[in-house]
């Protein structure tokens, strides 16, 4: 009997590469060409450009702004069956919980990352190196993160580091590769910003 090869065997043993490489290719190839249609000239414009990025794997950082139905969920949803109809993973998070539901196998930023509760201008992600997470991280090819603007900018902070870290990219080098060369698209409306609360300070005596 042949031997299967490691990154196989690797694969079964990781039940969060398990879970995100168990899409219908077949389906999510047709859903791929109904969504695509679908879409505006600007909407295209967009997807083209992360999907040569994408496919390319020299690594991204995009923006796309706009406020609520605009058509940013279809835009996600079209992008992670494309890129998932070919074997590929694709990370979908959010900043709140709610919103996630309405992507596929979304999550909350937090849960998929790990990102400390508590930040600071040098937070990391808990994320150890050969561990189920590092190795979902390493294989991803896009992540996708809407609202983003309703989440403090350490939290983005802490994940390129943390990404850096796990592509094993120069920590030092602050010109290296934004997220560790993965492509990351970023969204929301910055209309929908938390809004801060300046607390009063209370003396006790």
Known sequence: MPFP???SVSTSMNPLMMEELSYDKDSLSND???LYTSLTDEQKNVYNK????V????GGVFFVYGYGGTGKIYLW???SASIRSKGEIVLNVVS???ASLLLEGGRTAHSRFLIPIN???DSQCQVKGNTDVSE???KTSLIIWDEAPMIHKHAFEALDRTLKDVMNVDLANTSGSLFGGKVVVLGGDFRQILPVVQMEQETIV
């Open 5 to 7: 090869d490691q990154e």
């Open 32 to 34: 791929f060409k109904l």
């Open 50 to 53: 992360i999907f040569n990025s």
């Open 55 to 58: 496919k390319r794997k020299k």
């Open 77 to 79: 949803k079209t992008l």
């Open 96 to 98: 709140s919980g709610i």
């Open 119 to 121: 930040l600071t201008e």
């Open 136 to 138: 979902l991280l390493n």
